[in-house]
């Protein structure tokens, strides 16, 4: 399906690029992905070159499993990883979804903090040395390819760390995995964990070194860098730095900024970078996690210039004030216009020039029905317009709950309602209901066929461009025991768009209550 990476990791200078979006990512509140999408993303993710894909946990549910198993079957190129607790049941399940692997690996961890082992573990510290062992021997029986984590590590002692690393490698890991769990280390810090390693632990020249950071201080990217800086040659990174709380360390940043700043850290990896934009989409898009316009590399101010000042050195010359070229990151300038008159062809070339290059015939002529129906309405067309048309139609493909047609009664005389038309599997229903305003009659109506106790926790409304003509981009979340979901829609009417964010959601939902995250599910 994918071209192999022909990148290594033999040169002294190699960081190797472990992508867990689909395994860490989708730990954060609201991300859960199906089978499909996690296809689609891994997809993607082998074409940019990253070189291990944690596809995910596959003692977690069946539908883990299936996913993980099928990523295993389809992708060929990076390494597929699972994730397995220090237990033999959680190793077999692993390595029997990532089996059919051109290249497997099993990823074991154990929690080696005094906090984590007491509180969480409830083991003592000889315990969970000898678990150590076990689980990474039980691993290497099973796969050459073992890398072994220890959860909470920059809080654990010095000795205590170095024994379980040496213990680690005599079992047979071939990477050893420091996360900084809860986000609390700093660079300097973080960076001495490693040199302490290189420096006391028999064996370790054999093995890579690898840095896995949560970003709850901000300073994800700062200790991954510090870490490589220090001697780890493998970086632990989701896309758009999704990741439960505050999330994990941005691929795009740590990427970018090894590539933009080679002349301090000489260091370099096997990413095509100029995909980066089109992960990034496709993330955010499946997801329903919508990118900060001031994110880094990827937000929509990152290449933008509004102050005279900058605008003035930008047209004289653009290293004024950029640093990296937009186009480095896959941003196309574009050169071709669209609107009501543009054709098949010329939509078709539009799309990929946005990086769309594989979008389905179904999903291809839903979209450019939409786009038809948009450029009617809408005088100036933006690329944005037709990336936001495109993600939401793709964000749909699989949906059991579809959006037919809506109709509602709004304003400041009468009684708010709507009626509206959903194909729910193969059967199509519809519902009419009244409420407070024209979004809780839609909501309402969308609530009597699609029954449910989930509460509206979050619903914003953005502009995706400017102008009173612009479309509006509705995010949803959903909350349901326990179980938060976020589902975005987009058209040019708000009610629509907010009616599709709705549905997005339940449909996530329903994917979500099949999963049952088993305890102590970290690293």
């Not at 612009?470 to 326990?482: F, N």
């Given at each position: 399906m994918t071209a192999v990476n022909d990148h290594t990791a033999s040169a002294p200078d190699r960081v190797v690029i472990f992508d867990t979006t689909l395994r860490d990512g989708e730990q954060s509140p609201g991300a859960s992905m199906n089978l499909e999408e996690k296809l689609r993303i891994a997809t993607v993710l082998a074409e940019m070159g990253v070189d291990i894909i944690e596809a995910g946990f596959p003692i977690?549910?069946?539908?883990?499993?299936?996913?993980?198993?099928?990523?295993?079957?389809?992708?060929?190129?990076?390494?597929?990883?699972?994730?397995a607790r220090a237990n033999?049941?959680?190793?077999?399940?692993?390595?029997?979804?990532?089996?059919?692997?051109?290249?497997?690996?099993?990823?074991?961890?154990?929690?080696?903090s005094p906090l984590h082992m007491k509180y969480k573990l409830q083991m003592e510290p000889t315990a969970v040395l000898n678990a150590v062992t076990e689980s990474v021997t039980r691993a290497r029986n099973h796969t050459d390819d073992v890398e072994w984590s220890a959860e909470d590590g920059s809080r654990t002692e010095p000795d205590f760390l170095c024994r379980c690393v040496e213990a680690a490698i005599k079992a047979g890991a071939t990477t050893i995995n420091i996360p900084d769990t809860v986000g609390y280390a700093v660079p300097e810090e973080f960076a001495q964990i490693f040199r302490m390693l290189r420096e006391r632990v028999p064996g370790v020249e054999d093995v890579i070194l690898s840095a896995h950071c949560h970003n709850d201080l901000g300073l994800a990217v700062a200790n991954s860098l510090a870490a490589v800086e220090a001697g780890a040659r493998q970086v632990e990174c989701t896309i758009n730095g999704l990741g439960e709380r505050a999330g994990n360390a941005a691929l795009e940043e740590i990427v970018m900024a090894l590539r933009t700043r080679h002349d301090v850290m000489p260091f370099g990896t096997g990413i095509h970078t100029e995909s980066i934009m089109k992960a990034s989409r496709l993330v955010?898009?499946?997801?329903?996690?919508?990118?900060?316009?001031?994110?880094?590399?990827?937000?929509?101010?990152?290449?933008?210039h509004e102050s005279g000042i900058h605008q003035d050195g930008m047209l004289k010359h653009a290293s004024t004030y950029e640093i990296m070229t937009p186009e480095s990151v896959g941003l196309v300038r574009s050169t071709l216009v669209m609107g009501k008159h543009s054709g098949r062809n010329a939509f078709r070339t539009k799309l990929k020039e946005l990086g769309f290059d594989d979008i389905g015939d179904n999903a291809f002529e839903e979209v450019f029905g939409r786009f038809k129906d948009l450029a009617d309405k809408k005088k100036d067309l933006y690329d944005e317009d037709i990336v936001a048309l495109v993600d939401?139609?793709?964000?749909?493909?699989?949906?059991?709950?579809?959006?037919?047609?809506?109709?509602?009664?709004?304003?400041?005389?009468?009684?708010?309602?709507?009626q509206i038309v959903l194909q729910l599997d193969d059967e199509t229903r519809w519902s009419q209901t009244s409420g407070n305003g024209p979004v809780d009659s839609v909501f309402k109506a969308i609530s009597e066929l699609v029954p449910h106790h989930a509460r509206l926790a979050l619903y914003q409304v953005h502009a995706v461009t400017g102008g009173t003509d612009a479309q509006a981009e509705v995010t949803v979340r959903l909350e349901e025991d326990g179980k938060t979901v976020i589902g975005q829609g987009a058209d040019h009417d708000t009610l629509v768009a907010s009616a599709r964010a709705y549905i997005h959601a339940l449909n996530k939902l329903l994917v979500k209550r099949q999963k049952t995250a088993p305890e102590a599910l970290s690293a």
């Amino acid at each position: 399906m994918t071209a192999v990476n022909d990148h290594t990791a033999s040169a002294p200078d190699r960081v190797v690029i472990f992508d867990t979006t689909l395994r860490d990512g989708e730990q954060s509140p609201g991300a859960s992905m199906n089978l499909e999408e996690k296809l689609r993303i891994a997809t993607v993710l082998a074409e940019m070159g990253v070189d291990i894909i944690e596809a995910g946990f596959p003692i977690a549910s069946n539908g883990d499993f299936e996913a993980v198993q099928e990523i295993a079957k389809t992708i060929r190129g990076p390494v597929i990883a699972g994730l397995a607790r220090a237990n033999p049941r959680d190793i077999d399940r692993a390595a029997e979804a990532v089996k059919p692997a051109q290249r497997s690996r099993i990823h074991t961890f154990i929690s080696t903090s005094p906090l984590h082992m007491k509180y969480k573990l409830q083991m003592e510290p000889t315990a969970v040395l000898n678990a150590v062992t076990e689980s990474v021997t039980r691993a290497r029986n099973h796969t050459d390819d073992v890398e072994w984590s220890a959860e909470d590590g920059s809080r654990t002692e010095p000795d205590f760390l170095c024994r379980c690393v040496e213990a680690a490698i005599k079992a047979g890991a071939t990477t050893i995995n420091i996360p900084d769990t809860v986000g609390y280390a700093v660079p300097e810090e973080f960076a001495q964990i490693f040199r302490m390693l290189r420096e006391r632990v028999p064996g370790v020249e054999d093995v890579i070194l690898s840095a896995h950071c949560h970003n709850d201080l901000g300073l994800a990217v700062a200790n991954s860098l510090a870490a490589v800086e220090a001697g780890a040659r493998q970086v632990e990174c989701t896309i758009n730095g999704l990741g439960e709380r505050a999330g994990n360390a941005a691929l795009e940043e740590i990427v970018m900024a090894l590539r933009t700043r080679h002349d301090v850290m000489p260091f370099g990896t096997g990413i095509h970078t100029e995909s980066i934009m089109k992960a990034s989409r496709l993330v955010s898009t499946v997801t329903g996690f919508t990118v900060q316009p001031n994110k880094a590399i990827v937000g929509n101010n990152a290449f933008a210039h509004e102050s005279g000042i900058h605008q003035d050195g930008m047209l004289k010359h653009a290293s004024t004030y950029e640093i990296m070229t937009p186009e480095s990151v896959g941003l196309v300038r574009s050169t071709l216009v669209m609107g009501k008159h543009s054709g098949r062809n010329a939509f078709r070339t539009k799309l990929k020039e946005l990086g769309f290059d594989d979008i389905g015939d179904n999903a291809f002529e839903e979209v450019f029905g939409r786009f038809k129906d948009l450029a009617d309405k809408k005088k100036d067309l933006y690329d944005e317009d037709i990336v936001a048309l495109v993600d939401d139609e793709l964000a749909r493909v699989n949906d059991r709950i579809r959006f037919v047609s809506l109709g509602v009664m709004a304003g400041s005389i009468g009684q708010p309602s709507a009626q509206i038309v959903l194909q729910l599997d193969d059967e199509t229903r519809w519902s009419q209901t009244s409420g407070n305003g024209p979004v809780d009659s839609v909501f309402k109506a969308i609530s009597e066929l699609v029954p449910h106790h989930a509460r509206l926790a979050l619903y914003q409304v953005h502009a995706v461009t400017g102008g009173t003509d612009a479309q509006a981009e509705v995010t949803v979340r959903l909350e349901e025991d326990g179980k938060t979901v976020i589902g975005q829609g987009a058209d040019h009417d708000t009610l629509v768009a907010s009616a599709r964010a709705y549905i997005h959601a339940l449909n996530k939902l329903l994917v979500k209550r099949q999963k049952t995250a088993p305890e102590a599910l970290s690293a």
